[in-house]
Every structure is written in structure tokens, then in C-alpha cells.
């Protein structure tokens, strides 16, 4: 029987999605799981630890198409503190888009550097629709596909699966932007302001 570590590297960690998305495959997982959150003075604590498992499961949110630089900066300091085994990468990421896909150049980039480091690849698990998935009726669909992606990392039978909200995009981007204008203005923030480029 495996044991897995579960990194959680998205910016927000402890409120995060991300951490949501672990608990789930903790519950269908049934090797042993030990769950971190990356954090800026734990990154050689989690390098010496991750040795000790036989497969690392990577959760975190889609950044401007991109990995967060919450886990960049881990896997540099990973690539500088190679662990005497290496466990199987496999990864679990969200995003906002209702589609997928859009999550494809983080996983090639999480792909990339397995292969660069001599590091196993394991099953990808793509969510789309971000955390309005999390909330609805839909999120049956979310349980079932991760399920699958857990019983794949425990039978090496690693895969890639994916999963959104089974509504029109249209439909998805209306109650998105509703949602969105409606938390700008609990934050007194104008549906003007959220689309300048200025953030302060």
C-alpha cells in the first residue's frame, strides 16, 4: 500500500478551493494521506519529507493560464533538494473558465518538470467552472471524477480525467459576471473599476 502526500500550493491555502479539492480525494483515497500547505519557510521541510511517500498529489488554482508562483518557487527549491526516492507526481487543478482545457499548459509545465527531474507522472484531474462547481447540485459530478482519479493513483493505473458544470457557456459567463458584480459591490467596488488594469 502507497502513501501519499498531498501539497496543497495555491496562494490562499488555508481559504482556498484547493483545500476543498484535497479533502475530497482524502475521502476516496484509501492509502494513507498526509496533507501541507506550501508556505515561504516550509519549502525544505517539505523537500526533506517528500522521500518518505510514494506519490505526491499537487493541488492548486490556474494562474493567468499558468502554475501560481506559489508552487514555481517550490519546485525550485524541489529541483535543489533531490530526495533519494522519488514518488509519483500526479495533479489535481481548478480553474474559473467553465472549460477544462484551459488548465492544459499547467499540467505540461508540472509534466515538464517531472521529466526533467526523473520523477514518475501520474494521473491529471482538470476542473473547470472553479468554485461555483463546488457549490452546486453539480458537484456530484465533481465526487464521481475524483473517485476515479483516486482509484487510479492507488492501482497505478494513472490517467487524466476532467470535469465542469454541464451548462451552456453562455449561461456559465451571465451567472459568473452576476456573481462577480455582486461581490465587487459587497467590497464597494464598481463593475468599472474590476474592469480597469489597475488593482490599487
Sequence with gaps: MGKVMIINASPRAPKSNSKQYAQLFSQYCHWDTEYFEVKKSNHLTLCQMIGNYSD?????????????????????????????????????????????????????????????????????????????????????????????FADSIEKQRYNSFQVTMPIPKKMFIKASTVYWENYGKKNGISKEQMQTMQIE
Excluded: H, W
Excluded at 490556474?62 to 527549491?77: M, Q, R
Excluded at 505540461?108 to 507522472?121: D, R, S, T, V
Design 56 to 148: 505526491i498529489v499537487f493541488v492548486f488554482p490556474l494562474y493567468a493560464d499558468s502554475i501560481p508562483v506559489t508552487l514555481l518557487n517550490f519546485l525550485k527549491t524541489l529541483e535543489e533538494n533531490v530526495p533519494c526516492e522519488k514518488p509519483t507526481i500526479s495533479v489535481v487543478i481548478n480553474c474559473g473558465f467553465i472549460e477544462p482545457y484551459q488548465n492544459d499548459i499547467a499540467v505540461k509545465m508540472l509534466q515538464l518538470f517531472a521529466g526533467k527531474n526523473g520523477y514518475p507522472f501520474g494521473s491529471v484531474f482538470k476542473i473547470g467552472s472553479g468554485e461555483a462547481i463546488l457549490t452546486t447540485p453539480f458537484r456530484i459530478f465533481l465526487k464521481v471524477k475524483m473517485k476515479k
